[in-house]
């Protein structure tokens, strides 16, 4: 998982593999050591994510309200798995945290 800093308040999060009960740890420490900093615009890259559970699905929702409440984002990019695709569809993800290169969702 990369790190890559943007400006003062702005990071970007390279994920690759699972997010799951054994990896979601690392997507937590990641997101709290860049909200400590105050990088409260965090953008999450899952070009390379190919699947997703429940644990990972929660630490996205708790650190998306963790931004929101200090005035920032959680944003999702890249989702090139169509196995992550489905499970953000069907729990409708796109309605609570910001999901590009999603098609479109009415």
Request: aromatic share 4%; net charge neutral.
């Amino acid at each position: 998982m990369e790190v890559h800093r943007k400006g003062e308040n702005s990071a970007l999060i390279c994920a690759k593999g699972s997010v799951d009960l054994a990896t979601s740890h690392l997507l937590k420490e990641k997101l709290q050591m860049l909200c400590e900093e105050g990088r409260i615009f965090v953008t999450l890259d899952f070009d390379r994510v190919n699947s997703i559970d429940s644990s990972g699905l929660g630490k996205l929702l708790l650190f998306h309200k963790k931004l929101k409440a200090c005035g920032g984002e959680l944003r999702i990019v890249h989702i090139t798995s169509s196995h992550v695709r489905n499970i953000f569809d069907m729990i409708h993800l796109y309605k609570v945290i910001k999901i590009e290169n999603e098609l479109e969702h009415n």
